[in-house]
């Protein structure tokens, strides 16, 4: 009884709070790039290999400087996981890119071919680094908003975070601009919509289409990174369970906006916090497997509410997952 009576208490709520919203940057941010990739035309259902390359990179990055192996001061040890994992990203964008736009393939094919690829060599790369399951990093120290992280209730809970919280969620604001008042912005959506028109008005539609890809993939291996460096500080085999395929759900579920991305991946994030917590308190009448579906069940639901509605399928990219040849 004493367990109960603790779930709702003002502490753990206030923890719970803290928890989901780091929980949900990494899949916020892979969303955040599918975001631009599919308003590209582009249907990069490859999110989950991408973001495991990303989070290996991202760690053996920070960890060879953390070690004294390369010449760079350790204290940019977290900076430099978080830029391998960004740049681990992009190369598998550039074999996404290559596949669904230049080749003109299946686009559901190739990305099934990423998660495939980002499995395998991940798994084959980290055994044959890390022979010790215990390597470890050290991510990004907390960062205090001076004033703002001393207000009661709010302050913990929005201004006690590292850096990358900080600007993970600043990328929202970057993003939406991006996509709607900017030249390039503007031809990545029109690529998207009328690449024919498009084509005929002088932009360069497959040029736009690799570099949503490209910026796409960017940030699922940020994501990905992000998790490894700054959230876990380990990598372990299949460490983002899931998360990228949830990224795809909520691109669905924002309607290819931005902040609404943010909001479904906050869902998620409090999910999965909430069943981290009540793991914890040990409360034997709920079953361990229930806990560890919770997160999965709340997107399943939260699309069969978007599906019923009818406003998914409408506001998506016109020409998504379509092949263009010019002329």
Same mark, same amino acid.
Not at 128 to 139: D, E, I, K, N, P
């Given at each position: 009884?004493?367990?109960?009576?603790?779930?709702?208490?003002? %502490?753990?709520?206030?923890?719970?709070?803290?928890?989901?919203?780091?929980?949900?940057?990494?899949?916020?941010?892979?969303?955040? &790039?599918?975001?631009? @990739?599919?308003?590209? &035309?582009?249907?990069?259902?490859?999110?989950?290999?991408?973001?495991?390359?990303?989070?290996?990179?991202?760690?053996?990055?920070?960890?060879? +400087?953390?070690?004294?192996?390369?010449?760079?001061? +350790?204290?940019?040890?977290?900076?430099?996981?978080?830029? $391998? #994992? !960004?740049?681990?990203?992009?190369?598998?964008?550039?074999?996404?890119?290559?596949?669904?736009? =230049?080749? /003109?393939?299946?686009?559901?094919?190739?990305?099934? %071919? *990423?998660?495939?690829?980002?499995?395998?060599? @991940? =798994?084959?790369?980290?055994?044959?680094?890390?022979?010790?399951? =215990?390597?470890?990093? %050290?991510?990004?120290?907390?960062?205090?908003?001076?004033? *703002?992280?001393?207000?009661?209730?709010? &302050?913990?809970?929005?201004?006690?975070?590292?850096?990358?919280?900080? *600007? $993970?969620?600043?990328?929202? +604001?970057?993003?939406?601009?991006?996509?709607?008042? @900017? !030249?390039?912005?503007?031809?990545?959506?029109?690529? #998207?919509?009328?690449?024919?028109?498009?084509?005929?008005?002088?932009?360069?539609? $497959?040029?736009? /289409?690799?570099?949503?890809?490209?910026?796409?993939?960017?940030?699922?291996?940020?994501?990905?990174?992000?998790?490894?460096?700054?959230?876990?500080?380990?990598?372990?085999? &299949?460490? =983002?369970?899931?998360?990228?395929?949830?990224?795809?759900?909520?691109?669905?579920?924002?309607?290819? /906006?931005?902040?609404?991305?943010?909001?479904?991946?906050?869902?998620?994030?409090?999910?999965?916090?909430?069943?981290?917590?009540?793991?914890?308190?040990?409360?034997?009448?709920?079953?361990?497997?229930? *806990?560890?579906?919770?997160?999965?069940?709340? !997107?399943?639901?939260?699309?069969?509410? !978007? $599906?019923?509605?009818?406003?998914?399928?409408?506001?998506?990219?016109?020409?998504?997952?379509?092949?263009?040849?010019? #002329?």
């Amino acid at each position: 009884m004493e367990s109960w009576n603790h779930l709702f208490s003002i %502490t753990f709520l206030t923890a719970l709070l803290i928890s989901g919203l780091r929980l949900a940057i990494p899949i916020y941010l892979a969303a955040l &790039g599918e975001i631009i @990739t599919e308003r590209g &035309g582009v249907l990069n259902l490859g999110l989950e290999g991408i973001m495991l390359v990303g989070a290996l990179a991202g760690f053996m990055g920070a960890y060879y +400087v953390e070690q004294g192996s390369t010449p760079l001061p +350790v204290a940019w040890s977290p900076w430099i996981g978080i830029l $391998s #994992g !960004t740049v681990a990203g992009l190369a598998m964008g550039l074999l996404m890119a290559v596949l669904a736009v =230049t080749l /003109r393939t299946d686009q559901v094919i190739a990305s099934i %071919t *990423l998660v495939i690829l980002g499995q395998g060599l @991940t =798994t084959y790369v980290y055994r044959q680094q890390f022979s010790s399951l =215990t390597a470890r990093v %050290t991510g990004f120290p907390e960062l205090p908003i001076p004033y *703002l992280a001393d207000l009661p209730w709010i &302050g913990p809970i929005l201004f006690r975070h590292d850096v990358m919280t900080y *600007l $993970s969620i600043g990328l929202l +604001v970057v993003v939406w601009f991006f996509l709607n008042q @900017t !030249t390039w912005g503007l031809n990545i959506r029109a690529a #998207g919509e009328h690449p024919a028109a498009a084509e005929t008005s002088g932009i360069n539609v $497959s040029a736009v /289409r690799y570099s949503a890809v490209l910026i796409g993939a960017a940030f699922a291996g940020l994501g990905g990174a992000v998790l490894t460096v700054a959230q876990l500080g380990i990598f372990n085999e &299949g460490v =983002t369970a899931g998360r990228g395929w949830i990224a795809v759900a909520l691109v669905i579920f924002a309607r290819w /906006r931005p902040g609404l991305a943010l909001v479904g991946a906050l869902l998620f994030g409090l999910a999965n916090a909430l069943q981290f917590r009540i793991q914890a308190l040990n409360i034997e009448a709920i079953p361990y497997e229930l *806990l560890l579906m919770l997160p999965y069940v709340l !997107t399943i639901l939260v699309l069969l509410r !978007t $599906s019923r509605a009818g406003n998914g399928s409408a506001e998506a990219p016109a020409a998504l997952g379509v092949p263009y040849t010019k #002329g």
